[in-house]
Antibody, heavy 124, light 107 residues
Framework: QLQLQESGPGLVRPSETLSLICTVS??????????WGWMRQPPGRGLEWIGNMYHSERTYYNPSLKSRVTISVDSSKNQFSLRLSSVTAADTAVYYCAHLYYDILTGYKYFQHWGQGTLVTVSS | DIQMTQSPSSLSASVGDRVTITCRAS??????LNWFQQRPGKAPKVLIY???SLQSGVPSRFSGSGSGTDFTLTISSLQPEDFATYYC?????????FGQGTKVEIK
């Protein structure tokens, strides 16, 4: 069964870089059959899509974050990561990694498996 | 960006009630619409994909309908475990966007 787990610092100082890792079990992250993504949710608010990664190389980012965000993969550890630079208090949120299921026949994509989420607070 | 607007933002209902939540897209998204349930302190869980396809393992009291710009999530008979927040999300075009959420509370 596919499982995901986020890890990383819970506190990041303003202007620094937020770095999170998502460890995947139950599937090979480098398989062409699997796609991955990151979302976030500020406390008490709704969900925001951050970006997706396909085939361990093609990435797509939310334009609102594009200049600051990088999603990459470490196949040797079966992990993928999120880096968000120049953070401010507005980046305080629960960050989720997720497996993106892609139905080739219909073209439908949806986040099927999620990590439990990790709260990152931006504060000095 | 495609804006997703849900209504209502919250509702109160009783166990056994039929509940309907609406999601409207700012432009046509065909049927590239997903519904998620989020319980407090938990990650979202997919209920419906492709506007009307029930995700494996999700109870049949959940159903989705719609195409183009107007979509509906229906819970035919509300159960205690259904009290949660529900989000729609479009996967038609980047950036993917979510509705603001509908909180279903106990009456």
């Amino acid at each position: 069964q596919l499982q995901l787990q986020e890890s990383g610092p819970g506190l990041v100082r303003p202007s620094e870089t937020l770095s999170l890792i998502c460890t995947v079990s139950g599937a090979s992250i480098s398989s062409s059959s699997y796609y991955w993504g990151w979302m976030r949710q500020p406390p008490g608010r709704g969900l925001e899509w951050i970006g997706n990664m396909y085939h361990s190389e093609r990435t797509y980012y939310n334009p609102s974050l594009k200049s600051r965000v990088t999603i990459s993969v470490d196949s040797s550890k079966n992990q993928f990561s999120l880096r968000l630079s120049s953070v401010t208090a507005a980046d305080t949120a629960v960050y989720y990694c997720a497996h993106l299921y892609y139905d080739i026949l219909t073209g439908y994509k949806y986040f099927q498996h999620w990590g439990q989420g990790t709260l990152v607070t931006v504060s000095s | 960006d495609i804006q997703m607007t849900q209504s209502p933002s919250s509702l109160s209902a009783s166990v056994g009630d039929r509940v309907t939540i609406t999601c409207r897209a700012s432009q046509s998204i065909n049927t590239f619409l997903n519904w998620f349930q989020q319980r407090p302190g938990k990650a979202p869980k997919v209920l419906i994909y492709g506007a009307s396809s029930l995700q494996s393992g999700v109870p049949s009291r959940f159903s989705g309908s719609g195409s183009g710009t107007d979509f509906t999530l229906t819970i035919s008979s509300l159960q205690p475990e259904d009290f949660a927040t529900y989000y729609c999300q479009q996967s038609y075009s980047l950036p993917w966007t979510f509705g603001q959420g509908t909180k279903v509370e106990i009456k």
